[in-house]
């Protein structure tokens, strides 16, 4: 009978993938979430969109505000299986950590390049993005999480939840409690906090967030200090599964105890966000504790619904349904960032529209599709196509075993 870790699937470190034995429901969620990505960043218009597929305006959250963090965490998750086959190789700590070094610098390249696609604004190069605060939260989680390999588990994750703990708290002391130039401290608005006050003095304003009039950067400097905690805590669900996940004669008796635990601990995670957010607000633009708390919390429990429906139970229509998810999850930053580059393309193109005039491909779609949907429904079918025109480039390689490493 197999473990619970053995799905003869491909699997995924933060978006690459070679064949190896690791959950299936890793592999589905990191999919899911870079298919999200996909969707929500690609509509016919911004001007229609479902609420549960905008980003909150400032304070509060929305199912699109989970998507990064549970990226993040996946990462973590990851991070556990790749350290423990290293480790059965006999690699050195010097190597594995030349390895985390090595693909953080990738992952911060790749994503200013990405930047350098929104050609409008390419003379005031935005710096910071999604793969670079990946690239730093891996770097950062990685290496603590190395030094901390030789110690028992139970000090092992003892002390990663004690850094998880002291990046939360020093994240927010500083947001608090010093004051910035001309607004003072505890400010929490997008121009007046901490943090994008340290992102203008090392980026200056014309190197942010584009659309947000470049006062601030949702993926700014200080806020990477507790989005390195949702990278942490996956670390220690992925410790968790590791942990309990040797050969049993009730794989699916093992599955439902390890999603239990998983998901009662994102219960208690989420319950702890909302009793602190009258308090310390639940925002993912600044990166709040609580948000951290919460997004943290629901990747816990998507892990834990994905992990017993998929890695115990062994429903042969459930896996061949996550099929779609599976070919994003195992080429995850690539498909990100063929999104990222064809969209941007796409936008130069001119196509005449039914009312006279010339839009984007975009633009043409949602025109097209107006006569007999709402303006949601429409913007939104455009998001799918083009969701599974990422999945329709990346299918022949899935389906080839092709899984591009960075």
Known sequence: MPSTQIAQLPSADIGSAAVSSRLLSVDV????????MILVTNPGTYDSIYWPLKHADWNGATPTDMIFPSFLFLAGVSMTFSFAARQRRGESATLSARHIVLRSLGLIVLGVCLNCMDLLTLPDLRLPGVLQRIGLCYCSGGLVYLALRGKRPP???????????????????LQTRIPVPGYGAGRLDQADNFGAYIDRAI???????????????????????????????????????????????????????????LALRGV???????????????????????????????SLLALALLHWLLDGQLRRWLRIAATPAL?????????????????????????????????????????????????????????????????????????????LRL
């Open 29 to 36: 969620f990191r999919g899911l979430c870079v298919a999200g």
């Open 155 to 173: 000090v092992r994750n003892g002390l990663m939840a004690a850094t998880m703990l002291l990046l939360l708290v020093t994240y927010w002391s």
């Open 203 to 261: 980026f200056g304003v014309n190197h942010l967030w584009h659309w947000g009039g470049q006062m601030w950067d949702p993926e700014g400097l200080l806020s990477t200090l507790p989005a390195i905690a949702n990278l942490l805590l996956g670390i220690l669900a992925g410790e968790r599964l590791t942990r309990t996940s040797e050969p049993t004669t009730s794989l699916s008796g093992r599955s439902w105890f390890q999603s239990f635990d």
């Open 268 to 298: 208690a995670m989420v319950l702890l966000a909302l009793a602190l957010d009258p308090v310390i607000p639940i925002n993912k633009k600044i990166w709040t504790p609580s948000f951290m708390l919460l997004s943290g919390g629901v």
């Open 327 to 403: 070919v994003f999850g195992s080429n995850a930053v690539l498909g990100f960032s063929l999104a990222n580059i064809i969209s941007p393309l796409l936008g130069l193109l001119r196509i005449p529209t039914p009312n006279g005039g010339f839009a984007a491909p975009s633009g043409f779609v949602y025109q097209r599709l107006l006569p007999w949907m709402d303006p949601r429904n429409a913007s939104l079918a455009y998001a799918v196509l083009f969701t599974l025109f990422i999945c329709a480039i990346l299918w022949p390689l899935y389906q080839r075993r092709i899984f």
